[in-house]
């Protein structure tokens, strides 16, 4: 199957009910979410939501929604294989946390990311020949190329849980 980003970025715009909800439940406190999807220069620095917190407080959110039931985090470290492209674990992004949500399981863990990069650093060497091979992402022109890391890796991350 072959991935096509405006079909899937429509999919997450039906999905805004959704992380209402679980920003609510994660963050009771917040005043409000603002919607960055459409916004170019806000994508190209991971920022798909933010939320606003009393007293000017903001968090910043790069949303990973995956359909099927799963126990691990794809970790995508090259965007595009035509340009070797870095994914978006190895980029330098603007954000406080990865919110990775599994749909069916109704699950959300926000990772946050500066601890995730670092994670992804000191362990890539390792990870990359232990759960190899990669997961290839087909898209029209290029694929991406991720690692499927067990959750149970991730235990060192102070990680923020929701389940509806």
Not at 33 to 42: C, I, L, N, P, V
Request: net charge positive; proline share 4%; hydrophobic share 40%.
């Amino acid at each position: 199957m072959t991935n096509v980003f405006t079909n899937d970025l429509v999919y997450s715009f039906s999905k805004q009910d959704f992380w209402t909800l679980v920003y609510k439940k994660a963050f009771p406190v917040m005043l409000k979410t603002e919607d960055m999807s459409k916004d170019k220069t806000a994508q190209a620095k991971g920022i798909d939501t933010i939320i606003h917190l009393p007293f000017g407080g903001r968090l910043y959110i790069d949303e990973k929604l995956r359909r099927g039931n799963y126990t691990d985090i794809l970790l995508e470290y090259i965007s595009n294989d035509k340009t070797n492209s870095r994914g978006w674990v190895e980029k330098e992004l603007c954000i406080d946390f990865i919110a990775y949500a599994f749909e069916i399981k109704k699950t959300v863990y926000f990772l946050p990311f500066k601890e995730l990069q670092k994670l992804w650093l000191d362990n890539k060497v390792n990870w990359l020949e232990k759960y190899k091979p990669p997961k290839i992402a087909k898209n029209q022109y290029y694929n991406t190329i991720n690692l499927a890391v067990p959750l149970a890796e991730f235990k060192s991350l102070r990680i923020i849980t929701v389940k509806l």
